[in-house]
């Protein structure tokens, strides 16, 4: 496809690491033909053309820059990561499922690790903050424990998104992570535990013991070993472990 028009000085953001992208010698003036190549980019050549006058620009659209924001990429990517695991995720795939072009992608991120890093951080920050709304709000620490498993049944995104981490747990990004999270949830649960009357040490054990419970259904549920539950029979099952764990 080959267009005419006008020099906007501007510089994009260099997605491909062309050298000089969105940049040109400054003595270049007037119309000029811009062709978008099969590699994402747009080369705008003037009409009077001379050694070393090509432009090189990043071939997003108006229409992409301007509807998709670096939270969308991210979002995205954690829909992918629940549903296939964190090595899934790739720039190429992420934009045929959202009809975009890469350079959309690289309009918000250098490569794919900061996309992972900003989608991991996303996810942690939405939990923890999650954790102290839906958790910290309960006075009573036994109607807490409970909410906390329930917890399991609702918010199936962000925690097929831990299930997946789980299983990746070798990752250099992932295993921090994790680490983190599961401290401060288990902090969460021994609490509470110590709320109700237990001694540091018996709430600790017990506390290890409700993480371990909810870790396994996680993995139950993900590799499809555990039965699909109507919502009836998940609150029963939900009475029954908390009525196990938990002390009246």
Known sequence: MVKTRARVNRKPYSPNGIPGAGQGPPHRQGPQRCIESPLSVILCIPDKYSPGSVVVQAADTKK?????SA????????????????????VESLARRMGVTKGSFYWHFPNRQALLEQSLLRWEEHDAANLQASLGA??????????FFRRTGREQLTHNVYSA????????????????????????IKAAFCEIGFDP??????????YSTYLGFLQLQRHHQAPNLS????????THVIAT???A
Request: some cysteine.
């Open 138 to 147: 309960i006075a009573d620490p036994r109607e807490r424990l409970r909410s």
């Open 231 to 238: 919502s009836e029979e998940f609150e029963a099952y939900m």
């Open 201 to 210: 040490a018996e709430a600790s054990h017990r506390a290890r013991l409700t």
């Open 165 to 188: 981490l789980c299983a990746a747990a070798d990752h250099p990004m992932v295993e921090p992570l994790l680490e983190r999270v599961a401290e401060r949830r288990m902090e969460h």
């Open 245 to 247: 764990l938990i002390p």
């Open 64 to 68: 992409e820059r301007s509807t998709l």
């Open 71 to 90: 939270a969308d990429w991210e979002k995205q990517a954690l829909v992918l990561i629940a549903e296939q695991g964190i090595r899934s995720v790739a």
